[in-house]
């Protein structure tokens, strides 16, 4: 086809289609000419054939007639009132709002966890991840974890063969950021864990864990008294003034020393209650200052370097910041539960 012809061609087509009757013969110009076996996409597909020095002002010319069909089309169609493919008219107010489907809410989980990603940041820690299934060196090993440990039986742990398994905190992420990383380190872990544990309301064989470290050099060094102003400011934060946290003494393999980290009750502010079970505290954490064998499994020099970690539960703080009283209703996805929370 020369440029000559195309012209007329599409002088003719757009002259059809102003003369369409109705709405059905404006959709079989509409197939005629740019649908998808129409004349004017075979003409695209034909334009290597088209000898190349006339190629562009063809190619546009074909370009500007296809646009030139559709604007007539969808003009037509206006000018026919709008009715449909088969010709009847629609029989529907248009300018009636549409259905509403209702956003949905944020889960309680999630939102402890951007929640505590958000406080973390103020203090200049980032976000770090890794994977839920881990192996042994990254989830036992390297976190000082003696072979003989319970917590590597096959009856608390899911393994899958010996050296891989669902990672049982999210301590293992420690490992991993070390290992990727020169101090300083500040990143918090927010993620999945497993645990051969039977569900009840307390427990689930899969919870969340936020993991917490810092490390930094000789000349800055870390101290416990680091870690729980940390750790007081996060309370604060989460909780709400007033709330405090205390340290008891404990051990993890991993930090030496080790402390379990209380939140004082938001409840009864420390008076004793129901939620607290009469003590004014509640349990949150682990934490402590990273074991010098943990420096050294990760390829640090233990006289080089100090620093804390700690891990709290993500259930456990929605359970007590929003009185959820079951475990289990976290994961029912219940809407009628999850938007009391949203
Ligand atoms: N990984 C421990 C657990 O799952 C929690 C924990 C304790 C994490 C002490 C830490 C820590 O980083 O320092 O029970």
Redesign the pocket.
Known sequence: MTLAELEKAQAESLAEISAAADAAAVEALRVKYIGRNGSIPALIKAMKDVPKEERPAFGKAVQAWREAVAVRLSERGAELGGACASGAKIDADLTMPGRWRGLGVKHPLTRVIEESAAIFARLGFTVADGPELENRFNNFTALNTPAHHPSMDRSDTFWFGDDCLLR????PV?IRTMMANKPPIRVICPGR?YRRDTTDATHSANFH?I???YVDTKEKPVSLADLKSVLAYFAKEMMGDGVTVRFRPHF?P??EP?VEVDFSCHVCKGKGCNVCKQSGWIEV????M?DPRVFEFVGYDPAEVSG?????GVERIAMIKYGIPDIRWLYENDIRFLNQLG
Do not use: I, K, R
């Not at 954490?285 to 402590?288: R, Y």
């Not at 804390?308 to 709290?312: L, P, T």
């Open positions: 049982t905190q999210t301590s420690q864990t864990q993991e917490g470290l993890f991993f930090t080790s954490a682990g934490a402590g990273v804390y970690a700690f891990g709290f």
